[in-house]
Structures are given as structure tokens and as C-alpha cells.
């Protein structure tokens, strides 16, 4: 009886490490999560800053337009509107690779946390399965215990009897 009891101790130890290893995977999960989003609202800045570089961008496209009208007369003039353009054609470009590049992080990101968020459900359908077969198998070593006392206690029973008829005898 006191092995079982070591046994069915060790197995709780085993099943409560076990445990602890799924919450603390869960923690971090969840912490990984909160970048995750900490990251996306870092997007939603730079989109709303892209928004604003259109506008910019505008801006600078309708400068460009009036630079034009007056590089008709002078040489210099237009030599620096060729650079600004250059820079507005550059920058346009930068800006667009550099939103390709988030779309594709954002994908990835997303993806990962998908594939994150199937694995917590597996583990805790796991934990909550292991937790019922826990509970049966303490269910049935209890009935088992309670059986062995009751045998125990009609031993001590007809061992006193035993005793007393010899007694008598």
C-alpha cells in the first residue's frame, strides 16, 4: 500500500511538473502575444505616417508643378528641380519596398501566431485530458483503498474470533 501511495505520489509530482510546464509554455505564449499586438500598433503608426508621406507627397508634386512654371526661365533653377524629383522618385521607392517588406513581416507574424494559437489549444486539450485520466485513476485507487480497509478490518474481525474460539476451545 505504501508503494502505491509512493507511486501514485510520484505520479501526481510528474503531472504537476508537467502542469507547470504547459502554464509557464502559456505565459510565454501569451507574453510572445503581447508583442505581437505591441508591434502591430507600431504598423498602424507607420501606416498613418505613410498616409501622411502621400500627402507629402502631394504637396511636393504640386511644388514641383509651380518649380515648372518658373524653371522655364531660368537654367539653375531647373537643375534643382531635377534633383528634388530624383530625391520625391527615391524616396517613393524606398517607401514602397519598405511596405512591401511590413505587408510580408505582418503575413509571417500572423501566421506564426496562428500556428502559436493551434498549439496552446492542443496543449490544453492535452492538459485537460491527462487531467480527467488523473482523476479516474485517483477515483480508482480510492475504491481500491476503501476495498482493501474493509478486507483489512473483516481480517481483524475473524482473527478476534479466531482468537476468542481458541480461547474457548
Known amino acids: 500500500m505504501g508503494a502505491d501511495i509512493s507511486e501514485m505520489r ?3 509530482q510528474s ?3 508537467l502542469w507547470r510546464r504547459i502554464q509557464l509554455e502559456c505565459q510565454q505564449l501569451h507574453t510572445e502575444l503581447l508583442k505581437i499586438k505591441e508591434y502591430k500598433d507600431m504598423q498602424e503608426i507607420q501606416i498613418k505616417h505613410q498616409s501622411s508621406c502621400v500627402q507629402l507627397t502631394e504637396q511636393l508634386e504640386n511644388k514641383n508643378t509651380e518649380l515648372l512654371l518658373f524653371a522655364e526661365s531660368q537654367e539653375h533653377q531647373e537643375e534643382d528641380l531635377n534633383k528634388i524629383r530624383n530625391h520625391v522618385y527615391r524616396e517613393e ?6 511596405k512591401e517588406r511590413m505587408k510580408t513581416e505582418i503575413s509571417d507574424l500572423t501566421e506564426e501566431l496562428h500556428q502559436k494559437e493551434i498549439t496552446i489549444a492542443t496543449i490544453m486539450e492535452k492538459a485537460s485530458l491527462l487531467e480527467r485520466r488523473l482523476k479516474m485513476e485517483l477515483e480508482t485507487k480510492h475504491k481500491f483503498l476503501t476495498k482493501q480497509q474493509l478486507l483489512e478490518f473483516h481480517y481483524q474481525v475473524i482473527k478476534s474470533e479466531n482468537t476468542h474460539l481458541k480461547e474457548m476451545v
Request: charged residues 40%; negative net charge.
Open 10 to 12: 510520484k505520479e501526481l
Open 93 to 98: 521607392q524606398s517607401h514602397c519596398s519598405e
Open 15 to 17: 503531472r504537476d511538473s
